[in-house]
Nanobody, 119 residues
Framework: QVQLVESGGGLVQTGGSLRLSCAASGSIIALYALGWYRQAPGKQRESVARITSSGTTNYADSVKGRFTTSRDDAKNTVYLQMNNLKPEDTAVYFC?????????????WGQGTQVTVSS
């Protein structure tokens, strides 16, 4: 069982920056691929950024060049640095941890943190 707790959301103006953190507990997070998702009102949850256990990253086209994800396995924490924020980035951001082990998928979600970008 993995518990994920996001922090760092808030209100920021267009062009501003925020850094989200997701603290994990309950398991060895180094074994998991970690990701950030977001959900805006009336829209489906979408993938924003992911980082594998080996450190490979990938990003949604809408955030490439603006967002950077990183992980510190010693601190059991994953980060999302968000720069040059736009109003369309406004959403609840969720942390995700996923691992496949002996054919079984283990997936966990945080409770989410609100990011609001004002124009």
């Amino acid at each position: 069982q993995v518990q994920l707790v996001e922090s760092g959301g808030g209100l920021v103006q267009t062009g501003g920056s925020l850094r989200l953190s997701c603290a994990a507990s309950g398991s060895i997070i180094a074994l998991y691929a970690l990701g950030w998702y977001r959900q805006a009102p009336g829209k489906q949850r979408e993938s924003v950024a992911r980082i594998t256990s080996s450190g490979t990253t990938n990003y949604a086209d809408s955030v490439k060049g603006r967002f950077t994800t990183s992980r510190d396995d010693a601190k059991n924490t994953v980060y999302l640095q968000m720069n040059n924020l736009k109003p369309e980035d406004t959403a609840v951001y969720f942390c995700n941890a996923i691992r496949t082990y002996w054919g079984a998928k283990y997936e966990y979600w945080g409770q989410g943190t609100q990011v609001t970008v004002s124009s």
